[in-house]
């Protein structure tokens, strides 16, 4: 009977019946695996793969492979985006009851290893038995044995799968509705897999997509009336895989970028989701309908979504997770072109500088020496690695990139992001020495500074007066030229102030209200007043310079106000105290179950080692390749041969044991320790918090003294002529030779004001270039509040002149566009003070201390108390606590947050103005409307560029010539609903099938109508191959095995392959040279998951109809098949 794509749909697939259907997506599968392989080869310079068939010789599960295994811990990191499967194999990534049940023993890349091979072995051999008619050993006979590891693999991670899956849908699925799930059996005890086993096997290599599609045909999955089938088919598809893409797809149009806008708006941020009422918070847990939760599992298509976890916690929880308006900003400027000259500074990614071997017990170690590239442009005009390179590379070089990842380069711990005048990158220099390192980055330089706190100002700055910012921008750094850093200018100002009493500024970590010492080290509010008097004086002496004392460098503010830095003994015992505290505070944690990730662990305790060293020669041998090599291991220290080559390179090639290594190392026993978490609390202990217990036998008892070493070297008691009795100080010994150099350093005399004048203006060495300015923090303050003012006047609103930025901005908000901020921010808050919440509604009372009654602080005073009397059993020697002092930090703890939730609502004011720049500017939105904004429906434009996959004569073109086909995906759907098109960009068959399309814009219909009949013909295809397959083996079984030969000419024995059977219908001249092209290619392209190419199907399709091109393609196909077939059985 002939087939098309109308009886098909009808199909009932099984395992037993329809091997073909299951060894398409065998096929599919593997291919993903072999293009995951060879996208992480390349990446990273190691062996790709030629052939699929040869994915069992993978890096990934080859052991002896020095350079993956150098490089294993990045590696990983990268499989997991796309090779779900991969993070059963880390610890802090399985379900939480496994987690709560095991020592945290990191990642497991031994098992991983082993795995990946057994798997890709029997992955293998499923795909050539279900793909292929015949086997010269089984004939028909399939595969349906497994060995026991991957018996044991599947059932394991299947169990996990369920768990993973009701965590990811919590809000989707109940836990009854996961009966169907539980009752599955993957592999019967004679180790016979199941239907269900080998669609579970099958789905975990597949992308969500096409694992969709593969289950909703067979027999016992397909149905999707009730919740419990929806939740096996989400359990079978809860290891589906990502494929990597290339980048130089999609543009990001002002269009996306406002929708982006918009839709961040509609959520909740992190900070005030976390305190507000369950009530509330149901508000951003929406209950689904059937109709709904189909919408989100047949949209979980996660394709430009690196984190699947979060992806699926986006579509279903309508929360920010984390704040994104200085993204958002810097990204406004650059798309909007808001500054004409300066640029920001972006990190580009790691660089390759240098590769050579390096001597580690006994063998050659790889050393990869990288260091992060910088340049100045914007982000959008960066993100092509290729002309970067071009751009990087001078002469003969040629530079790669280990990362390529362009990102804002945000100082994080400065808050701040260079900014230059000169759009450039980085230099990639060949240097000609004896030198291991033989290459070198001229990295470009940042003239000034922006302070990240800065961006909202900005960018009401440029809705008010666009232009306004660079502006200020440039006149701020001629004066800072002219008159800040000019020496003379400095010396007037010194002279036009009288001479002040040294104040010292006080130690870190006192809590005196007031900031300075006087030289008997005596608080004096008459000095302290003094001292205010005189800096309003220099702010009048610099207000005829247009400045004021915040815009003045705070070292040259000191010069003037002869303000002396903190003495070198307090900072010292600050430090200390500081390092005990951490100590402390980690081992605290951990014993709440808060400890942090094994990552993190072992870059704490690489990093303290070096800090910890006490010869300065023996600091610097740790080089970044030590570095590395020891967080490597100390990550993955449960591994016998990472541990090894951990003491080997601690005892052996650092000498951390001896007298000018390491103080405390040689008291822990590493070889006695298994996990990382547990080195991490030993070497805590051992630092800064080891309590023992000693018999005191004057109260002839046990009590717990601490002997750890900071506590023995720096805590002593001394006697105290004021207190008349010995107090604890904390300070340096006498006998400094034991002590590391990182705090011996402390010690040393901060530079005279003339030496760091130098180092700002010339730089500290003669090659140095002048510091970047670092632009003031009040720059655009009163330009902002001259131009609010205006626009208040104008309206005739009333405000004061006192008044600062952020309150003439509310007013003008709540005013001038008569507007106010999302509902949600009024929502009733729920705070949680050891456990007791309290609850109230905000702005209800003047004060915060209002919210909180006398019965509840008492409540929280006692629960405190009880826990401060345990704490004090335990050594921690803490003072009794005071009503006040709880009451007060409840206080302290509502007004910190509620302060980050209105600096929140104020950037989501701003955000709102960007969306206005970028749809309209005459739009009239309402902020606290804003949700009205996802639901207007819009036409949404999705620019897609792709790369055919052949050449004219329809070959495989080489990856690098390939040519490049862009179109238009447009379709009018409301906002909210924009990032449905996103699974449509990396859509394998999009290049080939936008050759059929005439038009640069094409509406999502077609392009659906295409992808839906073309899923619908692949199966029939496969079909009649088989079906074409069992014909030739029936009539000459002999002359196929003959010509099963390999590209040497030799015959092969096991599975047939499909084009021995093409070259016998060509050999009785069944079929044309052309006809052997057209269906090899269809064969190809299907078990690709690609499109046919338009000029190889028009060898035999003249005229195309408007759409359903696949149907006529197939009905070729199809008619040619079965007239060969009833020729074969004439012949």
């Known amino acids: 009977m002939e087939k098309t794509i109308e009886n098909q749909t009808q199909s009932k697939r099984t395992l037993n019946n329809d091997p073909q259907y299951f060894g398409a997506y065998l096929n599919m599968a593997r291919l993903n695996i072999f293009n995951i392989s060879n996208h992480l080869a390349e990446k990273f310079g190691l062996a790709v793969l030629d052939d699929e068939e040869k994915i069992t010789t993978s890096f990934l599960v080859d052991k002896g492979n020095k350079e993956y295994k150098t490089r294993q811990s990045l590696v990983y990191s990268n499989l997991t985006r796309y090779m779900h499967i991969a993070k059963v194999f880390d610890f802090e990534k399985l ?11 990191g990642k497991d890349f031994g098992n991983l290893t082993d795995t990946l091979k057994e798997i890709f072995k029997e992955l293998n051999e499923f795909r050539n038995d279900y793909s292929h008619y015949y086997s010269t050993e089984k004939k028909d006979k399939r595969k349906t044995i497994v060995s026991d590891k991957l018996k044991n693999f599947l059932n394991i991670n299947y169990t996990r799968a369920i768990k993973y899956t009701k965590s990811r849908f919590i809000n989707v699925f109940s836990d009854n509705n996961f009966c169907l799930a539980e009752e599955a059996k993957h592999v019967e005890n004679d180790n016979t897999i199941t239907q269900d086993g080998i669609v579970f096997f099958t789905s975990m290599f597949l992308d969500r997509e096409n694992a969709f599609q593969f289950i909703s045909k067979i027999i016992g999955l397909k149905g999707t009336q009730t919740k419990a089938f929806k939740a096996k088919r989400e359990t079978l598809m809860a290891f589906c895989v990502n494929l990597p893409h290339d980048k130089f797809v999609s543009e990001n149009s002002e269009q996306q970028f406002s929708l982006e806008l918009i839709n961040e708006l509609n959520k909740c941020p992190k900070t005030l989701y976390n305190v ?52 958002f900003a810097l990204k406004f400027i650059d798309q909007k072109k808001l500054f004409k000259n300066w640029r920001f500074q972006i990190d580009l990614g790691k660089i390759v500088l240098d590769e050579y071997s390096k001597q580690l017990n006994g063998k050659d170690e790889k050393r990869t020496v990288t260091e992060n590239t910088k340049a100045f442009g914007m982000l959008q005009d960066l993100n092509d690695e290729e002309n970067v390179l071009n751009k990087i590379n001078t002469g003969e070089s040629k530079a790669k990139f280990d990362q390529f990842a362009p990102h804002y380069n945000f100082d994080v711990q400065n808050n701040k992001i260079g900014i230059s005048k000169k759009e450039t990158t980085a230099k990639f220099i060949t240097k000609n020495t004896d030198n291991k390192i033989k290459s070198n980055l001229l990295q470009p330089l940042p003239e000034a500074f922006l302070s990240i706190n800065e961006l909202p100002k900005i960018i009401l700055l440029e809705y008010l007066e666009q232009g306004k910012t660079e502006q200020l921008i440039n006149d701020f750094i001629e004066i800072n030229n002219s008159k800040i850093l000019n020496k003379e200018f400095i010396k007037a100002i010194k002279l036009k102030l009288n001479d002040l009493d040294v104040f010292y500024k006080r130690s870190q970590g006192r809590k005196q209200k007031h900031a300075y010492l006087t030289k008997d080290k005596k608080y004096d509010n008459e000095k302290i007043n003094e001292l205010k008097n005189r800096k309003e004086k220099l702010n009048q002496i610099l207000a005829e310079y247009n400045l004021n004392v915040k815009q003045i460098p705070t070292r040259i503010l000191d010069y003037w106000l002869n303000i002396a830095d903190v ?97 405390f190392f040689k008291n822990i026993n590493f070889s006695n320790y298994k996990y990382t978490s547990e080195i991490y609390q030993k070497y805590l202990e051992e630092k800064g918090h080891k309590m023992v217990k000693e018999y005191n036998p004057r109260k002839e008892n046990y009590v717990e003294k601490d002997k750890s070493w900071l506590e023995i070297n ?138 909180i009654n006398p019965e509840f ?47 929140l609502q104020e950037e989501d004011r701003l ?23 996802l639901n207007e429906s819009i036409e949404i434009n999705q620019s897609i560029s792709g790369k055919l996959s052949f050449d004219d004569s329809g070959d495989n073109e080489n990856k690098k010539d390939r040519a490049i086909i862009c179109r238009n995906i447009t379709e009018t759907r409301k906002r909210k609903e924009y990032s449905v098109l996103k699974k449509y960009v990396f859509d394998r068959r999009l290049p080939e099938l936008f050759e059929y399309f005439e038009e640069e814009n094409i509406p999502i219909e077609k392009i659906k109508i295409e992808l839906d009949t073309y899923s619908k013909a692949k199966d029939v295809v496969f079909d009649l191959i088989f079906d074409l397959e069992r014909a030739i083996i029936n009539k000459d079984e002999n002359r196929i095995k003959e010509l099963n030969k390999d590209k040497n000419g030799v015959i092969q024995t096991g599975n047939i392959q499909h084009k021995p059977y093409l070259f016998w219908l060509l050999e009785k001249n069944l079929i044309t040279e052309q006809e052997f092209t057209f269906m090899n290619m269809v064969r190809n392209i299907f078990s690709h998951n690609q499109f046919p190419q338009k000029k190889t199907m028009e060898l035999f399709i003249k005229n195309w109809n408007e759409n359903e091109f696949a149907k006529q393609i197939l009905n070729v196909y199809n008619q040619k098949n079965n007239n060969l077939i009833k020729s074969i059985k004439d012949i």
């Open 911 to 933: 955000m709102l103005l960007m969306f206005e720049k970028l749809v309209d500017n005459n739009l009239k939105l309402k902020l606290e409307n804003v949700d009205k904004l």
């Open 567 to 663: 003495q070198a003994k307090n900072a010292i015992s600050d430090r200390i105290k500081l390092m005990k505290r951490d100590c402390i505070n980690r081992l605290k944690s951990m014993k709440k179950g808060k400890a942090p990730k094994i990552g993190e662990m072992a870059t704490f305790i690489a990093k303290d080692i070096v800090d910890m060293i006490i010869d300065e020669e023996k600091k610097k041998k740790i080089t970044s390749f030590y570095y590395d090599k020891m967080q490597e291991c100390l990550a993955l220290f449960a591994d016998k041969e990472k541990k090894e080559l951990f003491i080997l390179i601690c005892n052996n090639e650092l000498k951390l044991n001896d007298d000018d290594g390491h103080p």
């Open 95 to 105: 379900p939480d009851d496994e987690r709560d049940k095991a020592e945290n023993y």
């Open 714 to 851: 720096f805590y002593k008691k001394e006697w105290n002529e004021n207190a008349k009795k010995d107090l604890t100080v904390v300070k340096l010994p006498d006998d400094k030779s034991k002590i590391p150099f990182t705090l011996r350093q402390l010690e040393k005399e901060k530079s005279s004001f003339e030496n760091w004048f130098k180092y700002v203006t010339n730089g500290k060495e003669t090659t140095d270039k002048k510091k970047p300015v670092d632009l003031p923090v009040n720059l655009f303050d009163e330009t902002l509040k001259e131009l609010l003012k205006k626009e208040l006047s104008k309206n005739n609103i009333e405000f004061k002149e006192e008044d600062n930025y952020n309150e003439l901005f509310k007013i003008w908000w709540d005013k001038c566009r008569n507007d106010k901020t999302q509902k949600f921010y009024s929502a009733e808050r729920e705070y949680t003070f050891e456990e007791e919440k309290l609850n109230f509604h905000i702005n209800t009372k003047s004060k915060f201390e209002e919210y």
């Open 276 to 327: 507000i009422s369950e009530n509330e918070k149901q508000h951003f847990l929406p209950k689904l309908d059937d109709e709904q939760i189909d919408n989100v599992l047949e949209n979980s298509v996660p394709y430009t979504i690196d984190d699947y976890e979060n992806y699926i916690e986006n579509i279903t929880k309508k929360v920010r997770n984390k704040n994104r308006f200085s993204y």
């Open 857 to 903: 602080a008492e409540k929280v005073f006692r629960l405190k108390n009880q826990n401060r009397e345990k704490d004090n059993i335990s050594g921690r020697r803490l003072p009794p606590l005071k009503m006040k002092e709880v009451t007060k930090n409840m206080v302290k703890r509502i007004g910190n947050t509620e302060k980050e939730i209105r600096m």
